[in-house]
Nanobody
Framework: QVQLVESGGGVVQAGGSLRISCAAS????????MGWFRQAPGKEREFVAG????????YYGDSVKGRFTISTDDSKNTVYLQMNSLMPEDTAVYYC??????????????????WGQGTQVTVSS
């Protein structure tokens, strides 16, 4: 079992930046692929960013490429999502996920076994 706890959400103005974190209860380095997803009211869960240990590859959703960056701190078993140039359409609950998967499968929500409780990010215009 892996427990995931997100933090760092909040309200930010359009054009601003925010970094959210996801702390895992166990070692993730070399073991679990990590992903960030988001869900806005009335919309389906959307892939945002993912990290695969196979080839140390990162993947991003089209809507966030060039603005968001996923990174990990192995010493803290934590994965981050740095969000820059935020737009009102980025408003959503952001979820962290972990799973034994690799490569482009990190984009698929149903491939992940473990999920955090989510953190709200609101971008005001």
């Amino acid at each position: 079992q892996v427990q995931l706890v997100e933090s760092g959400g909040g309200v930010v103005q359009a054009g601003g930046s925010l970094r959210i974190s996801c702390a895992a209860s166990t070692r993730i380095s070399g073991t679990y692929a990590m992903g960030w997803f988001r869900q806005a009211p009335g919309k389906e869960r959307e892939f945002v960013a993912g990290f695969s240990w196979s080839g140390a590859s990162t993947y991003y959703g089209d809507s966030v490429k060039g603005r968001f960056t996923i990174s990990t701190d192995d010493s803290k078993n934590t994965v981050y999502l740095q969000m820059n140039s935020l737009m009102p359409e980025d408003t959503a609950v952001y979820y962290c996920a972990a799973g034994n998967l690799g490569g482009p499968y990190v984009k698929r929500a149903n491939e992940y076994a473990y999920w955090g409780q989510g953190t709200q990010v609101t971008v005001s215009s």
